[in-house]
């Protein structure tokens, strides 16, 4: 894999991370192969503010079958999606994605997001490179 290819990815994920370390820390979900941040909700506008700059678009419970089927599939990965969650995602006409789940927590006080690839037409040798790189750029 060209260690150049997708450089949008990460000066996106870069951004995305730099704009929130201020206030929020990163982790990593194994489970999902995504970066992790959990916060609390009176961090919401802010944070919602921030994904809205950067993704083009996103879905619901109510509209998520209107999705492109990249979009669906990593929300069937992700285990679907209820009335309080939304799925983000950079431009879908693109080779590669990065999406990101907002996920409120029943408990009402806390929400996770979590941002993923989804880079459908790679091999899962040339994904697991490209995700080794996606690790680093939520690190300082």
């Given at each position: ?31 999902f192969q995504a970066a992790l941040l959990q916060f ?83 091999a899962d040798a040339d994904f697991d490179k490209l ?10």
């Amino acid at each position: 894999m060209d260690e150049q290819k997708y450089p949008k990815l990460e000066t996106t994920c870069r951004s995305i991370f730099q704009q929130s370390r201020q206030i929020l820390s990163w982790g990593w979900d194994d489970r999902f192969q995504a970066a992790l941040l959990q916060f609390p909700v009176t961090a919401k506008d802010a944070v919602l503010a921030m994904l809205n700059s950067h993704f083009d678009a996103h879905w619901g419970s109510s509209n998520i079958d209107k999705a492109p089927e990249v979009v669906q599939v990593v929300c069937d990965n992700l285990g679907g999606i209820r009335d309080d969650q939304l799925l983000f995602a950079t431009d879908t006409s693109q080779d590669a994605l990065i999406l990101a789940a907002y996920w409120p927590w029943q408990n009402g006080q806390t929400i996770s997001i979590r941002i993923l690839l989804a880079v459908p037409q790679l091999a899962d040798a040339d994904f697991d490179k490209l995700l080794d790189r996606f690790k680093t750029w939520f690190c300082d």
